[in-house]
């Protein structure tokens, strides 16, 4: 297992531009590629465990790789996925798994996913339950539940599908399953969830009828694609993802200094944490440079006293994030609460449960919440912190350390999404990992 020592810092005033590509724009390039008639260039891809491991599974299922340079890939696919001879192991990659079974349940063929230890004790129960509604032949383990998946692929139905949450993964997977269907589909959620796929493969050619109720409800239907019909190509260099350029905005405020974090993915599902450190006194700019697919820009973060916060709606928007908005609500003046983000249970980790131990260990006064935590601001007092596997726990506690100095235990799950974090880490402070 590897440890990683952080000291405290010292003050600093950065501009960073090698941010880790995003995440979720990276997986889905790997994915619907295959869904295309023709090459795809993509640059800055992100070359991280999760996203290698969907690149890897694109490969075996038929897609042709062509190395450019450093994350600058040409992806040719094939005529039709092709049935693969083993398992097709998405790692920790909760996305890869939940998009591939939405894909892969209406291409007929024979298909395992599995995962790690973590990712095969995650709840798959949310995708295969209304998958299986429309037809998909889906296998699972303890009674439909978890991963390994068995996946007999086959032509679905059309669907009217009202989900109770607001999740990208199952949005997405009923989306991908709907493109095999036998009808038009409809899909709705209580919120909108990042809309990636929408964006993404809207630009593909997919023809999306998206309404939004007064209470926010978000209602889209598509038509399936006929068949032997295949997407359009895409050229596209990835953003850097402003959930990792988030723990550098953190950075920043809870050490009283000022950060540019460049060529940022600008979505508005995707900064909602940079607005919570807002409202809680920090200073934030946008600077928009491009738009296409998606908005890409610069965001300046100035630091600024921090007064707590309540949060409890677009939680969707957050569910990344909140574990490093829990660092900068111990450090904030009065009580921050979380609330309705009882999906934070089912992530990589409990992370509410994960946060609050942390915290606790960390000085700083808790309670524990079904669907949130409250968190009293204080001062920070070092510790070693257990980052249970998860990724985005280990980044939170890490910045958490650059105030008092401090040990993240099973530091190497940083890899699965954010690569060079330690590396950039090290521009503020000293850190030093080793093995146990």
């Known amino acids: 297992m590897r440890v990683t020592s ?10 960073i531009a090698d941010i880790a590509s995003d995440k979720s724009l990276s997986h889905r390039c790997a994915i619907f590629a295959l869904l295309s008639k023709g090459a795809c260039e993509v640059k800055n891809y992100l070359l991280a465990e999760d996203t290698l491991d969907s690149l890897n599974i694109a490969k075996s299922l038929g897609l042709q790789v062509e190395q450019k340079d450093i994350g600058h890939f040409v992806f040719t696919p094939p005529s039709a996925i092709v049935e693969p001879s083993d398992v097709l192991n ?41 998958l299986s509604a429309i037809g998909a032949q889906i296998y699972a383990r303890a009674q439909n539940t978890l991963a390994p998946l068995s996946i ?64 926010g409800k978000v209602m889209i239907d598509f038509n399936p694609l006929a068949k032997g019909q295949r997407l359009e190509s895409f050229n596209f260099e990835v953003p850097s993802d402003p959930s990792s350029a988030f723990y550098f905005a953190l950075a920043a405020c809870v050490m009283d200094c000022e950060v540019v974090l460049k060529n940022v993915l600008l979505n508005p599902t995707r900064i909602q944490a940079f607005e919570v450190l807002r409202e809680m006194g920090a200073q934030i700019t946008y ?13 300046e973060v100035r630091a600024a006293s921090l007064r707590a916060v309540r949060v409890s709606e677009h939680i969707s928007w957050l569910i990344d994030e909140i574990p490093a908005l829990s660092i900068a609500f111990a450090l904030a003046q009065g009580k921050s609460e979380v609330r309705n983000a009882k999906e934070l249970r089912v992530k990589e980790s409990d ?66 999404s954010f690569p060079n974090f330690l590396e950039l880490l090290g521009r503020i402070a000293r850190v030093d990992s080793h093995s146990i």
């Open 351 to 416: 992370r509410i449960s994960c946060v609050v131990q942390g915290l606790r260990a960390m000085g700083i006064e808790c309670e524990e919440f079904e669907d949130g935590f409250s968190v009293q601001g204080g001062s920070l007092k070092p510790a070693r912190i257990n980052s249970f596997g998860d990724h985005r726990i280990a980044m939170s506690f890490a910045i958490a350390c650059l105030v008092c100095g401090g040990e993240i235990e099973d530091s190497a799950c940083i890899d699965v």
């Open 90 to 130: 998405c790692g920790n990659a909760g996305t890869a798994m939940r998009l591939y079974t939405g894909l892969l349940a209406g291409v007929e063929g024979y298909f395992v996913l599995s995962g790690d230890k973590y990712l095969n004790a995650r709840p798959m129960k949310r995708i295969i339950a209304p």
């Open 6 to 15: 952080i000291a405290p810092a010292q003050k600093f005033s950065l501009e």
């Open 152 to 215: 007999v692929g086959r032509r679905l139905e059309g669907f009217c599908y009202e989900s109770l949450i607001s999740s990208a993964q199952v949005k997405s997977a009923m989306i991908l399953a709907g493109l095999s269907a036998n009808a038009p589909c409809h899909f709705s959620e209580p919120l909108l969830s990042r809309d990636h796929t929408e964006r993404m493969l809207g630009a593909m050619g997919v023809k999306f009828d998206t309404k939004t109720a007064q209470d």
């Open 287 to 299: 600077r928009k440079n491009q738009s296409s697919l998606e908005d890409v820009g610069d965001i």
